[in-house]
T-cell receptor, first 111, second 114 residues
Framework: QKEVEQNSGPLSVPEGAIASLNCTYS??????FFWYRQYSGKSPELIMF????GDKEDGRFTAQLNKASQYVSLLIRDSQPSDSATYLC???????????FGDGTTLTVKP | DGGITQSPKYLFRKEGQNVTLSCEQNLNHDAMYWYRQDPGQGLRLIYYSQIVNDFQKGDIAEGYSVSREKKESFPLTVTSAQKNPTAFYLC?????????????FGDGTRLSIL
């Protein structure tokens, strides 16, 4: 089992729809969770982080964390074609010195 | 502007050659990281360093070496022992403290075999 797993893509949604990206992790001691967006050929950029159970909203993005289920998700409301990218989930586990990344989910938003 | 600078942007390696990728940061971050990304794949950790003059192997350290002589600099050498070096290499840094902070990434170096 991988330490961090993301739902396999690619994921395709129409413009204006909600895109839902999911991530599960194996280390129960994990404390910090991050979502990065990576456009093709570019480096990852941070879009959301969450530390506590529940929801955290930032504009069109909402991160949801459920530590009991070891599950973190990212919702993108009113999806735009510019949201088309690969989304990487990253987790800092009990080894606080490093992050573990999932393989990413590629999202395509169709006009 | 504060950030992470990787150079060169593109690098070509000949058979049997060692090449060094540069990573410099002016964010005053203690921790620095090197990742490898293959097409369509996630990030795999090569080496990381949490303090000057100390570093740890990541998941795929074989064929690579690093040094951390200065806080700002964390160069990666891809040795001739790495038989499949073609990939996108990303350097990152992170501030360490009571709350885990996100990593900041450089723009990457694309390495190819001639």
């Amino acid at each position: 089992q991988k330490e961090v797993e993301q739902n396999s893509g690619p994921l395709s949604v129409p413009e204006g729809a909600i895109a839902s990206l999911n991530c599960t992790y194996s280390d129960r001691g994990s404390q910090s969770f991050f979502w990065y967006r990576q456009y093709s050929g570019k480096s990852p950029e941070l879009i959301m982080f969450i530390y506590s159970n529940g929801d955290k909203e930032d504009g069109r993005f909402t991160a949801q964390l459920n530590k009991a289920s070891q599950y973190v998700s990212l919702l993108i409301r009113d999806s735009q074609p510019s949201d088309s990218a690969t989304y990487l989930c990253a987790v800092i586990g009990t080894n606080a010195g490093k992050s573990t990344f999932g393989d990413g989910t590629t999202l395509t938003v169709k006009p | 502007d504060g950030g992470i600078t990787q150079s060169p942007k593109y690098l070509f390696r000949k058979e049997g050659q060692n090449v060094t990728l540069s990573c410099e940061q002016n964010l005053n971050h203690d921790a620095m990281y090197w990742y490898r990304q293959d097409p369509g794949q996630g990030l795999r950790l090569i080496y990381y360093s949490q303090i000057v003059n100390d570093f740890q192997k990541g998941d795929i350290a074989e064929g690579y070496s690093v040094s951390r002589e200065k806080k700002e600099s964390f160069p990666l050498t891809v040795t001739s022992a790495q038989k499949n070096p073609t990939a996108f290499y990303l350097c990152a840094s992170m501030s360490q403290g009571p709350n885990n902070q996100p990593q900041h990434f450089g723009d990457g170096t694309r390495l190819s075999i001639l």
